[in-house]
């Protein structure tokens, strides 16, 4: 099976995703767009849009980094939904292929301390243990 697990975020799927969601444009020294953007207050409005749009893999790949970036800003603001959280995990089963990089990178497995860790960190850790079984 040929691995289709993106590494990066391309240029092209981040001003398609900019353009479609009406976010603003990058500036020329933008760096760590997932980050950037990230916005807990939008944040179902880019689950919905991930869920109903069709999307290329780097689309998908781009814009599940923008949501768990603004997943963690919530649950960092206090901001819990059982909900959101489920349905994010559910996204990231099922297209596993495409996230698993990034799973790996939030779940911050070299960690033993989650103080040390971010707020999502957990849900990444159980969906890949869940992967183990």
């Not at 289709?4 to 995703?17: C, N």
């Not at 980094?65 to 990231?92: M, P, Q, V």
């Not at 698993?100 to 990444?124: Q, S």
Request: charged letters at 35%; hydrophobic letters at 35%.
């Amino acid at each position: 099976m040929e691995d289709i697990t993106p590494k990066y975020l391309k240029k092209e799927a981040i001003e398609s995703l900019n353009k479609r969601l009406i976010l603003p444009a990058l500036d020329p020294y933008s760096q760590d767009w997932e980050y950037e953007l990230a916005d807990s207050s939008k944040l179902n409005e880019f689950i919905t849009y991930y869920e109903k749009s069709t999307l290329t893999i780097d689309e998908k790949f781009a814009l599940m980094a923008l949501i768990i970036s603004s997943f963690d800003d919530s649950l960092s603001e206090g901001k819990l939904s059982d909900h959101t959280r489920d349905t994010i995990k559910y996204l990231l089963i099922k297209d596993i292929e495409i996230h698993r990089n990034k799973i790996k990178y939030w779940a911050r497995e070299e960690e033993d301390e989650l103080e040390d860790c971010f707020a999502v960190t957990p849900l990444m850790r159980e969906i890949l243990d869940k992967q183990k079984q």
